[in-house]
């Protein structure tokens, strides 16, 4: 499976905009790009998915970068309900066979007030 | 209503005993599975099923059954539980097996083993 790579943590302040990398330099032309996030205490859910284009959703945007070896999820405006940790998965595109999504560690996000 | 809903929250039982975890999705979806999230918070898949059909074991220990009596419920049922088995364990659900329209993930069950 392609490998993504993320900080280990960031800090943001309260309001402010936050841009969280992550960097897969092995992605196949037809791998989804999804951002997951797990709050504390909570299950992970699902935030944002693209595959070439920029997306945004009511949670965040999703920057691909042209030669799709980076990403950045961004959250316009950080709450401090945003703290959490932030999941860039690759997924295969659907087709035979199945799928596990396949966490890595992953973003710790701080948000200051 | 709850997605996906796990019970019981939290469970502590002693080592050497059996215990099981219940999971229910009302989302109509085809595929469940379990995650277990141990004490370095990674989330490693343990099981995935479709239409009640184990597709998935990751090398997970016999002492692990899962079982699913229709498509909406994944239970887990563990045997003769050790200290290593402590752990938070979740539940998702997905529409299919390709993971179409993400997981939906339950809140956790909290396992601690003494």
């Known amino acids: 499976d392609a490998k993504t790579t993320q900080p280990n943590s960031m800090e943001s302040n309260e309001e402010e905009p936050v841009h969280l990398p992550c960097n897969h330099s092995?992605?196949?032309?037809?791998?989804?790009i999804h951002w997951y996030r797990q709050l504390p205490s909570q299950g992970p859910e699902y935030v944002i998915h693209?595959?070439?284009s920029n997306v945004n959703n009511r949670m965040a945007s999703l920057a691909i970068a042209e030669d799709r070896k980076s990403s950045t999820l961004i959250l316009h405006r950080a709450t401090l309900r945003d703290a959490a940790v932030y999941y860039c998965i690759l997924r295969p595109p659907a087709g035979a066979g199945s799928y596990q999504l396949t966490f890595g560690k992953g973003t710790k996000l701080s948000v200051i007030p | 209503d709850t997605a996906v809903s796990q019970t019981p929250k939290y469970l502590v039982t002693q080592m050497g005993n059996d215990k099981s975890i219940k999971c229910e999705q009302n989302l109509g979806h085809d595929t469940m599975y379990w995650y277990k999230q141990d004490s370095k918070k990674f989330l490693k898949i343990m099981f995935s099923?479709?239409?009640?059909?184990?597709?998935i074991n990751e090398t997970v220990p016999n002492r692990f059954s899962p079982k699913s009596p229709d498509k909406a419920h994944l239970n887990l049922h563990i045997n003769s539980l050790e200290l290593g088995d402590s752990a938070v364990y979740f539940c998702?659900?997905?529409?299919?097996?390709?993971?179409?329209?993400?997981?939906?993930f339950g809140s956790g069950t909290r396992l601690t083993v003494v």
């Open positions: 693209g595959l070439t």
């Open positions: 092995t992605i196949s032309g037809t791998d989804y």
């Open positions: 998702a659900s997905s529409q299919d097996l390709k993971g179409s329209g993400g997981y939906t």
């Open positions: 099923y479709n239409n009640k059909e184990l597709i």
